[in-house]
């Protein structure tokens, strides 16, 4: 059976007294208040595998079972210390320069008019996790093919099709990376795969299953928040300078209001009182990520986009044992990719003004974002 929650409404602030509620329509539990979202993500009782969730289609037991994102303690718990230290900000900053050369290569790609969505968000993160497995113009190109399908992976209702193309996808990768990798083990380089094939204690297996991620998760959600930061900002010049006065805050409030990730899903694997509401085991529960960021009881004002705020303890990336392995990546890719598109481009105006939408109830994407203007000052 397909499970669809299309008919949820997900926009806004949370529900007042309603913050954890079942939907019989559905079979799910949705929670949207901060505190209770904030709960379920950083305590025991839940499961991550989607395996484990009883709506799932059943083909997505064919998934990769070494993406950490899908994995529970004390396997996640092993993985996650093993693979840690190559995503520390420190880390991560090392490869700053780097990022930077590929935002200004697809500026320079960029034409008077241009939609940015396609042309450069997507680009970006693309070029950045190519670079970082050092699998050159032919591997990255198979990443731009296949990471569409690979993502389906990540809907929160996919369907049995949606399944088996994203199944097929990581088969494919895998393929691709294998040869590579057992390469990287004999002649390592100054790349991510070998850097984590030098991690103590790690697989084959975990090292694709991590990859595998990267272009997932980290690829479809940075791109989101590019895109979603670049047509927040443009419609108030007031945000502009804030980003250009202190980049790192400004995405930390773009994340809060303008997240990529709607929803995650949890199982209970117990019962749970949460709320002042009993979920039995075995329930599967939709974490609104987007409302919980803008819970009045969390954050003053919380519609209200303020690049100034200091957006501590939001929930974009999650929080607890999952929260996103990849989070400094996303954010310092971001802050380069908006900083250098509106230093280049200060008149950079949206050539249309209502936006175009994905259908999806994990994902707050873009589908499309015209703009003009793209012009040196």
């Known amino acids: ?151 389906k992976m990540l809907e929160l209702d996919a369907t049995p099709e949606d399944m088996v193309a994203s199944v097929d996808a990581s088969i494919e990768l895998m393929l691709e990376l294998t040869p590579i990798l057992a390469d990287r083990k004999q002649h390592p380089g100054d790349d991510f795969i070998s850097a984590l094939l030098a991690q103590d204690g790690i697989t084959v297996d975990e090292v694709l299953g991590t990859c595998l991620l990267l272009l997932a998760a980290g690829h479809e959600t940075t791109a989101n928040l590019i895109a979603n930061g670049t047509r927040a900002l443009v419609q108030d010049p007031a945000h502009v300078l804030e980003l250009a006065h202190d980049p790192v805050n400004a995405v930390e409030e773009l994340l809060r209001v303008e997240g990529p990730v709607k929803m995650a899903g949890r199982t209970a694997v117990e019962d749970v009182e949460l709320g002042g509401v009993t979920i039995p085991a075995g329930s599967f529960v939709l974490l609104q990520l987007d409302r919980a960021n803008v819970d009045p009881r969390r954050f003053d004002d919380p519609l209200r986009l303020d690049l100034s705020r200091k957006p501590h303890g939001h929930l974009a990336f999650g929080s607890g044992p999952h929260f996103c392995l990849g989070a400094a990546l996303s954010r310092m890719e971001t802050a380069e990719a908006l900083t250098r598109l509106f230093a280049r481009y200060p008149h950079l105006e949206l050539a249309d003004e209502e936006p175009s939408w994905r259908v999806s109830n994990t994902f707050r994407a873009l589908t499309e974002l015209p703009v003009r203007g793209l012009r040196a000052s």
């Open 1 to 151: 059976m397909t499970t669809s929650y299309a008919g949820q409404p997900i926009a806004g602030q949370p529900s007042a007294g309603q913050s954890v509620r079942f939907d019989d329509e559905y079979g799910v539990y949705f929670v949207d208040g901060y505190d209770e979202v904030s709960a379920v993500l950083r305590g025991s009782g839940w499961s991550s595998d989607p395996r484990r969730n009883p709506l799932a289609p059943v083909e997505i037991r064919d998934l990769p079972q070494t993406a950490l994102i899908f994995m529970d303690p004390p396997d996640h718990t092993r993985l996650r210390r093993i693979v840690g230290p190559v995503f520390t900000p420190r880390s991560i900053e090392r490869i700053r320069p780097r990022v930077a050369s590929i935002v200004e290569a697809a500026l320079d790609g960029l034409d008077e008019s241009a939609e940015l969505v396609n042309e450069f968000a997507y680009v970006v993160p693309l070029a950045v996790i190519a670079e970082l497995l050092d699998v050159g113009a032919e591997g990255a190109e198979l990443f731009a093919d296949l990471t569409p399908d690979l993502v």
